[in-house]
């Protein structure tokens, strides 16, 4: 079936620190992938997300290419800020699943200053 | 605002006690889910609905139970909590683009519910 797998937080940074979650996923077909994020207290909320291969997703100062050949969709970002800190999830949707997630296990973030 | 809500967004309760909890959206959405969130397991599926009267098994349905009788709400019905049902749960909605693998989903604000 269906599985991702990404890097195991905690993570902890300074501010303006570079940025990489690794995220790498086993699906049929060609799913489509997401990161979401959830601040402290809140549900998740869509960061950024690609439909095919080669695609590039960017937001809010963080992206993540679908790289097909690897089976990865690793976010980053070149300056974290205190603001960023949250639990990131990946998570993809497979070709003809209908709208089904399949999440990884999330990866907390915390920016020092 | 287009926005999934769910309620209560905190509920302690004891063994066996049936308990509903109630997501609504206000977005027209055919497709309804419900997680929950465990710590290093991520989130996974309970049930969902792809439309009204139609509901069907995620990951993990054991010990939960759902209906669908209005397009905009969707409630997780619990009908005798144990404590390894003590978890945080989101409800989500999307459009029904079903043969589409891209699909985005809109959360509610989450459950957190604590079983004793």
């Known amino acids: 079936g269906d599985s991702v797998t990404q890097m195991e937080g905690p993570v902890t940074l300074s501010e303006e620190a570079f940025l990489t979650i690794n995220c790498t996923y086993t699906?049929?077909?060609?799913?489509?992938l997401f990161w979401y994020v959830q601040y402290p207290g809140e549900g998740l909320q869509l960061l950024l997300k690609?439909?095919?291969?080669?695609d590039k997703g960017s937001n809010k100062g963080f992206e993540a290419t679908y790289r097909k050949e690897t089976t990865s969709f690793h976010l980053e970002k070149g300056s974290v800020q205190v603001s960023d800190s949250a639990v990131y999830f990946c998570?993809?949707?497979?070709?003809?699943?209908?709208?089904?997630?399949?999440f990884g296990t999330g990866t907390q973030l915390k920016v020092e200053l | 605002e287009a926005q999934v809500t769910q309620n209560p967004r905190y509920l302690i309760t004891v063994t066996g006690k049936k308990l509903t909890v109630t997501c609504s959206q206000n977005?027209?959405?055919?497709?309804m889910s419900w997680y929950r969130q465990d710590p290093g397991l991520g989130l996974r599926q309970i049930y969902y609905?792809?439309?009204?009267?139609?509901?069907d098994k995620g990951d993990v349905p054991e010990g939960y139970k759902v209906s669908r009788k209005e397009k905009r709400n969707f409630p997780l019905i619990l009908e005798s909590p144990s404590p390894n049902q003590t978890s945080l749960y989101f409800c989500?909605?999307?459009?029904?683009?079903?043969?589409?693998?891209?699909?985005?989903?809109?959360f509610g604000p989450g459950t957190r519910l604590t079983v004793l």
């Open positions: 609905s792809m439309n009204v009267e139609v509901t």
């Open positions: 989500a909605s999307s459009n029904g683009q079903f043969f589409s693998s891209y699909n985005e989903q809109f």
């Open positions: 699906a049929t077909g060609y799913p489509s």
């Open positions: 977005m027209n959405h055919e497709y």
């Open positions: 690609a439909t095919k291969a080669d």
């Open positions: 998570a993809l949707s497979s070709t003809g699943g209908g709208n089904k997630l399949t």
